[in-house]
């Protein structure tokens, strides 16, 4: 007979189950321990986890020919068949141990299927000892030992103590419970009370508990998401023993008339049935909801005027002051759902509780203060982001612009993270890409290295992000979906590539769905254009030599896919994400699915305005009123642009939370979009964005309300303070003075400008257009109308010009001659008129020796004495005739008599054919925004000069195919078109383009623009050795342009620009048009003398910085405050003319040598001869196109043009 001995099975825990179900519903595993099938043990649930920890022990009594059995299932599916299974292990005990011996051994075997039909993996970890010295202590009683008493939660026995027999009596168990017996002969128990099964034998202690295990049931099957660490101890909700020792401060014991105990807490403003001394939690229930549990210290106190109540049955309900209304829903949470709400804003909203609740996204105590100037936000935001560290960014924000006495209750910062979004993802700064030409969706350039610092940029853009999402603000982008899904840790597929490129998707597809055999020749590798070199890139080693067949191809378009996606942005990702997870820990974010987390980031763009009506509350007006009857009409007829524009208006952002208008969040929790009538019919409304409030003055008819909130929505910027004749003592802020009531205002931001001229007690709203503000300017039938364009004769023989018009009541003293502003952010309209009056008299003086000098058309002016009174400066109203005569515009115009109004009609013939036609149409109304002349005034009327520049622009993209259109072309034109005629400024455009600057600037590759910040950085390296050493330390020329491949030092992206835009919006205005002067007549080599003059005249402000990112910002400020246009040109042409000195050939030949350089490093790459590359068709298609346009209009041109 076999030697029969006790041993000790410790089943320790579980690693790797299979998940068997789609999305976050984990498995709640436990296992049943069997030997020989006659002993039977079972382990305790752990909720909602593939790695499972029990750590129980159950002694078993075995001899060496037994075998362990041990089965791991799933308690939500054990009562399905073939569904609940997760694995199996099988011991043979003698193999293990030796019984007579003694030993103890720790086993980590693989789970096994137990048929053929089953999915399994993972591996079970157990320890088997046969030197047992003592008995087992059960876990339960193990917490009951050391939890009980503070918790008052009774422990559940362990069914291992005692072997359990079919001759168990019921007379042992709790009232309700009774003992079964399965087929297999396995004992379990049925609780007819609550009508549920379990495999542990109850003791009457587990009365005490039954409705803490119905809470946590209902718990898991409300958020299927993972439990807290201490999730287990939850309360009974009914009743909780007194705590020991003094209550926290701020506490105070009161109670019930009923006689029961509760807590005041009277820093939060709320009460609870929970002593404060225990770490224990309340639930808060919603009607028709599941019940939800949130430790009391996670969700922060109540908004301002709410207040939390007991009903009498100890429920807890609140009461909103603010709107005189009770609700069981509490407003530190989403609110509840209406029941025709989709499934998946359910999921999002229970993960959204959860997310929220965390202790990681618990605010700091606090306040972090962050200054920042409007017009420099990316540069400033950098600094003051990057300089804090993570602990003191989880603090209140409290955002600050410069200049402006808005103080932040919530609204500031939304409008900060609003507007900082559109900068971070500006493609211009080279950081971001659009995904593809029609879709506006972001993913990161993996050409972003041309920036030295971009992975600094990049972590400080992904701290933004984790910001925003700590602080429950919107960013106002929307990224690719692989994006979402490579922050959440998941593997990028193929079907991701379609947002990415669709077309580059299709021709991966269809090499997965044909046979490739002899008609693709592709390898494992890949070709990168990195700034027009191209790089071959190797999927695997050695890619080049292995060739993708049927057999690998799907190997090939994983790892192309993964490449295109992932790999070739690894760098920039890394640092993003290390900015993110500073402040949103990887773990809890991961409780998203990639469209999840696209809503919590970006919230919900699309506006639903009968939403936002429902949830609109009026003070002063009701819905039945006029004004508020117009004001839904007129958001009806607006267009989805313009109703984003009045969202961020009035709240500051122009996204929604998922629940729609009425989760919308003030300055301390919920609060609804709200209209008051306030103000008087001659002003605009006031927005109150901490409060999402919008003052409606009580307008008097449809048309009034619809031209005042355009007004208001599209041309104000900035936050003030409304005045009040004294200060409150209690309140950090203003109180709103109202003439009919005094009573203390929260809100204390209006929409303003701050500008030192405006009358802060008339206007909160700002006007860029205007000089100064409606209110006080003009009544509803004096707004002025677009002037047009006249002309004035001049000269004697017969020629017109067109010029400025004299400045009307509303621009004489905010606006220069030209129609622009006179006050900048770096200029202001006393620094502007004190040089205007020194600079009049002096051109005034000039005008009648001009004329002179037009009129004799140079017949006795030697060309010394014409330069010398160029660099002087040309009058303002002769300025387009001398432009003309000194380019040879005008000659050739003349000789092309009727090529621009072929040109016309050919535009008009081809209509929406026309390939530039969309994206002029997008530049007209960005050209000069400020300017009075290019400004609509009134609504749906067009400038005049508006559709000039239109039709010129349109004229041009004919006439000179291989350019078409290039963004700053819009700029150029519609400075011309101040100072001439259309069909002036059209040959005028022309000259310039094609005769007086360099070749190559504005065609579709830029590689002249590109050249020219070669010669130019080389120039600065010469001329200019130390400020050569901060723009690029330790470097030499050579070296960085090595190193480089080519490119350029970071400065380069400001004096590219520069040079694309002839210095307009880079200088102040009279500075652009005296180097304009120069530019006509002495060609482009004026450019590269005012760009060094302007380093020359900065030097000492260079020199005085050290960071780079300093440098960079003082290279991209210094020209905007050079308003002594004197003092630019003469001491480019006079003063430092040793270091600005230049000719036309040494330009030449210094472009030859870089182009000669880049030419080398192009015919160095490694081309693959033989193989066939995956070319986009349109790519292709769209050559052929643009060569054949460009071929025909060559040859229509070259028989109609007058050689």
């Known amino acids: 007979m076999s030697l029969s001995k006790t041993v000790r099975l410790t089943v320790v825990a579980a690693d790797g189950l299979i998940k068997k179900d789609l999305f976050f519903k984990l498995p709640d595993p436990f296992a049943v321990v069997t030997v020989d099938g006659e002993q039977t043990h079972t382990t305790t649930v752990m909720k909602k986890t593939l790695n499972p920890y029990w750590n129980e022990s159950f002694d078993l009594r075995v001899n060496s020919e037994s075998v362990i059995a041990v089965q791991v299932f799933d308690q939500k599916k054990f009562k399905r068949k073939d569904q609940g299974f997760l694995g199996v292990i099988h011991i043979q005990v003698s193999s293990v141990i030796d019984l007579e011996a003694g030993g103890d051994e720790m086993l980590t075997l693989e789970l096994k299927k137990s048929n053929a039909n089953d999915a399994v993996q993972g591996e079970l970890i157990l320890n088997l000892s046969a030197n047992i010295s003592a008995p087992i202590q059960s ?4 917490l009951t030992s050391t939890i009980s008493s503070n918790t008052g ?19 042992d168990l709790p009232s309700g419970w009774e003992r079964r017996v399965d087929h297999l002969g396995r004992p379990y128990y049925v609780d007819h009370n609550t009508r549920t099964t379990s495999w542990k034998r109850p003791s009457r202690a587990a009365e005490d508990q039954a409705n803490q295990t119905e809470l946590e049931r209902h718990q898991h099957n409300a958020r299927g998401l993972p439990e807290q660490t201490n999730g287990q101890q939850v309360m009974s909700h009914n009743m909780t023993s007194a705590g020991s020792g003094p209550l926290p401060p701020g506490w105070e014991m009161r109670t019930s008339a009923e006689g029961r105990p509760y807590f005041v807490d009277h820093n939060t403003r709320t009460t609870t049935w929970v002593d404060p001394r225990r770490q224990q939690y309340m639930s808060s229930i919603g009607p028709g909801s599941n019940l939800q549990v949130q430790p009391v210290s ?69 306040q972090c203060h962050l200054k920042v100037r409007r017009e420099h936000l990316f540069e400033d935001a950098y600094a003051e982001v990057m300089r804090q560290a993570p602990a003191d960014l989880k603090k209140r924000l409290m955002i600050k612009f410069e200049g402006e006495d808005g103080l932040d209750y919530g609204g500031v910062s939304r ?10 993802f500006n493609p211009v700064y080279c950081l971001f890409e659009y995904s593809a030409h029609d879709n506006y969706t972001l993913q990161i350039n993996p050409h972003s290295g041309i920036n030295p610092e971009h992975l600094n940029y990049f972590r400080f853009i992904g701290r933004v992000v984790g910001l925003s999402v700590f602080h429950r603000r919107y960013l106002d982008a929307f990224f690719i979906v692989s994006f979402y899904k490579m922050v959440l840790n998941k593997k990028v597929l193929v079907a991701d590539m379609e947002s990415v490129d669709a077309e580059y998707h299709r021709s991966l597809m269809w090499i997965l769905d044909n046979d490739i055999t002899d008609v693709l020749d592709l390898t494992f590798s890949t070709d990168d254009d990195r700034f027009g070199e191209v790089v071959t890139v190797d999927l695997v080693p050695n890619g080049q030599n292995i060739e993708v067949t049927e057999e690998n191809k799907k190997e090939y378009v994983s790892l192309i896919t993964e490449w295109r996606i992932h790999r070739r942005v690894e760098g920039q990702f890394k640092a993003f994400k290390e900015g993110f997870n500073q402040l949103i820990p990887q773990e809890l974010v991961n409780v998203f699915d990639e469209r999840e987390l696209e809503l919590l980031i970006g919230g919900i763009a699309e506006i639903d305005v009968d939403d936002w009506k429902k949830h609109t509350d009026y003070r002063g007006y009701t819905e039945q009123d006029d004004v508020i009857q117009w004001f839904w009409k007129c958001i009806r007829s607006w267009d989805s642009e313009k109703k984003a524009r009045l969202l961020q208006f009035t709240t500051g952002t122009s996204r929604i939370p998922v629940n729609g208008f009425k989760d919308l969040q003030g300055s301390d929790g919920p609060r609804r979009f709200t209209i008051e009538k306030s103000g008087e019919v001659t002003q605009l409304p006031k927005a109150h964005t901490c409060f999402n409030r919008i003052n409606m003055p009580p307008y008097t008819s449809y048309e009034t309300l619809v031209a005042k909130l355009t007004m208001a929505v599209e041309e104000t910027v900035g936050f003030g303070q409304e005045p009040y004749r004294q200060r409150a003592s209690s309140f950090n802020h203003s109180i709103q003075h109202k003439p009919k009531s005094r009573r203390p205002s929260y809100d204390v931001v209006t929409k303003k400008k701050s500008t030192p001229f405006l009358a802060i007690e008339q206007q909160s709203s700002t006007l860029i257009g205007h000089a100064s503000s409606i209110d006080e300017s003009f009544s509803d039938e004096e707004v002025p ?29 905010k606006r220069d001659q030209y129609g622009f502003l006179k006050s900048t952010q770096w200029i202001t309209e006393e620094e502007h008129d004190e040089f205007e009056n020194y600079y009049a008299p002096i051109m005034k003086r000039r005008s009648e020796k001009w004329k002179q000098l037009l009129n004799d058309h140079h017949q006795q002016w030697p060309p010394r004495s014409i ?17 003309l005569h000194y380019s040879g515009a005008k000659s050739k115009m003349e000789s092309n008599q009727g090529i621009y109004n072929d040109l016309l009609k050919e535009s008009n013939r081809l209509g929406s054919q026309n390939e530039n036609l969309e994206i002029i149409e997008r530049d007209l109304h960005r050209t000069f925004p400020e300017n009075i002349r290019f400004k609509t005034i009134t609504q749906g009327e067009t400038p005049e000069i508006i559709q000039s520049l239109k039709r010129v622009l349109l004229a041009f993209s004919l006439y000179s195919p291989s350019i078409g259109y290039c963004q700053s072309l819009n700029y150029i034109a519609g400075l011309l078109l101040l100072f001439m005629s259309e069909e002036e400024a059209f040959w005028s455009l022309v000259t310039l383009i094609h005769e007086i600057l360099p070749p190559n600037i504005y065609d579709v590759t830029m590689e002249g623009a590109n050249i020219d910040q070669n010669v130019l950085m080389h120039l600065v390296s010469e001329r200019y050795p130390l400020v050569w050493n901060k723009i690029s330390p330790n470097q030499t020329f050579w070296q960085c342009e090595e190193q480089m491949e080519g490119g350029m030092p970071a400065c380069s992206l400001v004096t590219s620009h520069w040079f694309l835009t002839l210095f307009i919006n880079i200088l102040p205005i009279e500075s652009v048009l005296r180097v304009w002067d120069c530019l006509f007549y002495d060609g482009q080599k004026v450019l590269f003398r005012v760009a060094l003059g302007i380093f020359k005249l900065n030097e000492s402000a260079i020199l005085a910085v050290n960071d780079p990112l300093e440098v960079f910002q003082v290279i991209q400020n210094m020209p905007k405050r050079m308003i002594d246009c004197h003092q630019l040109i003469d001491s480019t042409y006079q003063q430092y003319a040793a270091t600005t000195q230049l000719k036309d050939e040494e330009i030449t030949d210094r472009r030859e040598l870089f182009k000669k350089r880049r030419d080398e490093r192009r015919r160095n790459i490694p081309v693959r001869n033989g193989k066939r590359k995956l070319i986009k068709r349109s790519t292709v298609r769209g050559a052929i196109i643009h060569r054949a346009k460009e071929a025909r209009w060559y040859v229509e041109r070259a028989k109609s043009v007058k050689k």
């Open 867 to 883: 330069k010398r009174y160029i660099r002087k400066g040309i009058p303002s109203e002769l300025r387009g005739q001398a432009w």
């Open 415 to 424: 409008e900060f993270f609003f507007l900082l979004s559109h900068e971070m």
């Open 298 to 366: 996670q969700l922060g106190p109540l908004p301002s005027g709410w207040e939390m109540r007991l009903t009498s049955t100890g429920r807890v309900y609140f009461v909103d002051h603010n709107t005189k209304t009770t609700t069981w829903d509490d407003p530190r949470l989403p609110s509840s759902l209406d029941q025709n709400v989709p499934q998946y804003k359910r999921d999002f909203r229970r993960k959204l509780i959860y997310f929220r609740s965390q202790p990681a996204l618990r605010p700091v105590p606090g």
């Open 153 to 171: 939660e009774s422990s559940r026995p362990n069914s291992s103590l005692v072997p359990t027999t079919a001759n168990e009596e019921n007379d």
């Open 139 to 142: 876990r339960a009683e193990v």
């Open 785 to 813: 109308q677009t002037e047009t364009k006249q002309k004035q004769k001049l000269y004697d023989d017969g020629s017109h010009s067109i010029y400025p018009p004299a400045p009307n009541k509303t621009s004489a003293t």
